[in-house]
């Protein structure tokens, strides 16, 4: 957590103690008070942009006494500023907010209980996909697009290699290593077969999951334990001293290289693993069709390889808005209405509402069209979803990264990495 974030939450949660002794303002009836303004913020791309001020048009166009001031950034000082404007009591009406951060904000009262917010209509999403936002009976985020973490493969390199694509509902972990190895055998120093699984969070905890824990549980604790993170570490090892993946200094500068440059993008990766959202990205950025795959197990079935739908990010309503109804409906717009489906499309991750699904899938493009093909397919196949980070586990991507280098550089061996790694997440957890 950066210095200004730290700053920022303790005065967030004086901020909230003296203001929730004041009560709140409950908006009232939108349509009814005359011109209401309401804030509403989102990370992301120019792409991003342009296509979520088309969905804000039609939203004043249906509703022209609601104005809709767009504040966007990029993804890290996104955060920087949401702490800044939060802790000041003056923080956006509608939140675009990730899973990381959904209970940190949440758990200090800063988020608005949705089941409480009156016209929301959550009655055509599926149950798995809406309760990805749900924890302590309250819901804090709607999700805004569902995805999964996956397998990422790019049938050109198996061709170059001359392997063929696994049968990814019964491939196991050794499978894995040993279909990854031979292929960067038969690259010949052109490539490899795999990138590293350690590279976020995700693969622990879908390692975790197939071995009966969890990284996190409901309460908001570790649930993982040091015996699992040391075999996914050793799993880690096994991965580079089969040849699988690049060196370690290559794995290490792709964990903080631009989409665009890695090593995947670029073409020299057979397989990688990714959220099911990211296949457009990778596709226009290696110019390849890819493919999407399910995650190996431990059993090599398919349903036992601990995957589930994840909110590919959330819509959240501040606490202190004082328009809460204005802003519950511009959420409800957003996530249920046609009219900003056919703008938005998959651009947030595929849509959770079943109904704007089956409208909009026909219009996507391919590599969109075959992620949502993807997501139906797996469906009969996934569990519940993951808890939600604890407040402090949104840091746990870059000590998890930081230990998968230290074990691929032999400097630590897999159970005082894990041990360390146990220790260092449970002392961020508040």
């Not at 939140?95 to 009262?109: P, T």
């Not at 031979?182 to 052109?190: A, D, F, R």
């Not at 990010?313 to 249920?336: E, G, I, P, Y």
């Not at 196949?381 to 230290?406: C, F, H, M, N, W």
């Amino acid at each position: 957590m950066t210095r200004l974030k730290a700053l920022a939450a303790v005065a967030l949660v004086s901020t909230l103690l003296v203001t929730s002794a004041c009560g709140g303002d409950s908006g009232g009836p939108a349509a009814k008070d005359g011109e209401v303004t309401l804030r509403f913020s989102w990370w992301g791309s120019d792409a991003r942009t342009k296509l979520t001020q088309a969905t804000i048009d039609a939203f004043q166009k249906e509703h022209p006494n609601i104005k809709i001031k767009g504040e966007y950034g990029e993804w890290a000082g996104y955060w920087d500023k949401l702490a800044t404007t939060v802790a000041a009591n003056d923080a956006p009406d509608v939140i675009q907010m990730d899973e990381k951060y959904l209970r940190e904000y949440a758990d200090r009262g800063a988020l608005l209980d949705l089941k409480k917010a009156g016209d929301l209509k959550t009655d055509k999403f599926a149950p798995e996909t809406l309760s990805a936002g749900e924890f302590d009976g309250g819901l804090y985020g709607l999700n805004a697009g569902i995805n999964s973490f996956a397998v990422l493969a790019n049938p050109a390199v198996f061709k170059a290699a001359g392997v063929a694509l696994p049968d990814d509902k019964t491939w196991t972990w050794d499978d894995y290593n040993r279909i990854a190895a031979e292929i960067t055998t038969k690259l010949n120093g052109k490539g490899w077969g795999t990138g590293v699984i350690g590279a976020n969070e995700a693969g622990l905890n879908l390692w975790a999951r197939q071995n009966g824990e969890s990284l996190w549980t409901p309460d908001g604790k570790v649930g993982v334990s040091a015996g699992q993170v040391t075999k996914f570490f050793e799993y880690v090892l096994k991965l580079r001293d089969s040849k699988a993946i690049p060196p370690a200094e290559a794995v290490t500068q792709d964990m903080t290289a631009s989409l665009d440059q890695t090593t995947f993008a670029t073409g020299k990766l057979a397989m990688g693993f990714s959220w099911s959202n990211q296949l457009n990205a990778f596709s226009k950025a290696s110019g390849q069709e890819l493919k999407l795959l399910r995650i190996p197990s431990t059993t090599g079935q398919a349903a036992k390889n601990g995957s589930y739908y994840k909110g590919s990010m959330f819509w959240s309503v501040s606490s202190r808005s004082k328009q809460r109804a204005a802003a519950t409906q511009f959420v409800d717009f957003l996530a249920n209405n046609a009219a900003a489906g056919n703008i938005l499309l998959a651009e947030r991750g595929v849509p959770p509402n079943t109904e704007i699904r089956a409208a909009v899938t026909p219009k996507l493009q391919p590599a969109d069209a075959a992620s949502a093909k993807f997501i139906e397919e797996i469906s009969k196949d996934l569990g519940e979803p993951s808890p939600a980070p604890p407040v402090g586990g949104g840091q746990v991507e870059k000590i998890i990264q930081r230990y998968t280098t230290e074990v691929l550089f032999g400097r630590l061996a897999p159970d005082k990495a894990a041990q360390q790694f146990l220790d260092e997440v449970n002392g961020e957890l508040k």
